[in-house]
């Protein structure tokens, strides 16, 4: 077997229309695509989101506000949530990777501690980042707030 062959399978490839050669096949004159216009035309591609003219969607729709490229997404938890999450799994250190173990957080998260609520015990919390009232709030129980 050779390359010149190898052929399609049968049935698999349907015969196109030999298009612009002579009115007699039908599709002689404009070859099937009518008459003017930019679809008419070679090397016509519609743009994406293109309505024939009309305003397009995304220039009608009013655009608000500010999306910062340099934004940094962490995931937020306050103290309350923490000292359940160290009850539940008798645990005195809570960290990402503790906290990924888990499934409370996904691969990569970065976490930030807040201060709302109160511990009920010492911990000693590993994160990403603290607020100032979080942080006094563990040390004052005697634990560590470490910043990765």
Do not use: C, W
Not at 6 to 30: F, H, M, N, Q, Y
Not at 53 to 70: A, I
């Amino acid at each position: 077997m050779r390359l010149h062959d190898i052929k399609p399978v049968k049935g698999s490839v349907k015969a196109g229309r030999r298009l612009g050669r002579g009115e007699g096949s039908g599709t002689g004159d404009t070859a099937g695509r009518g008459h003017n216009g930019a679809k008419s035309r070679s090397g016509y591609s519609k743009k994406q989101g293109f309505e024939g003219g009309q305003m397009p969607l995304q220039r009608r729709v009013p655009k608000f506000g500010f999306f910062s490229r340099n934004r940094i997404e962490y995931r937020v938890f306050n103290l309350e949530r923490l000292s359940e999450i160290a009850e539940s799994n008798n645990e005195v250190s809570i960290t990402p990777a503790f906290l990924e173990e888990k499934g409370i957080i996904r691969t990569g998260e970065l976490v930030k501690i807040l201060g709302n609520g109160e511990l009920n015990s010492k911990l000693n919390v590993e994160a990403h980042k603290f607020s100032k009232s979080a942080k006094s709030a563990i040390e004052e129980k005697g634990g560590q707030a470490k910043i990765l």
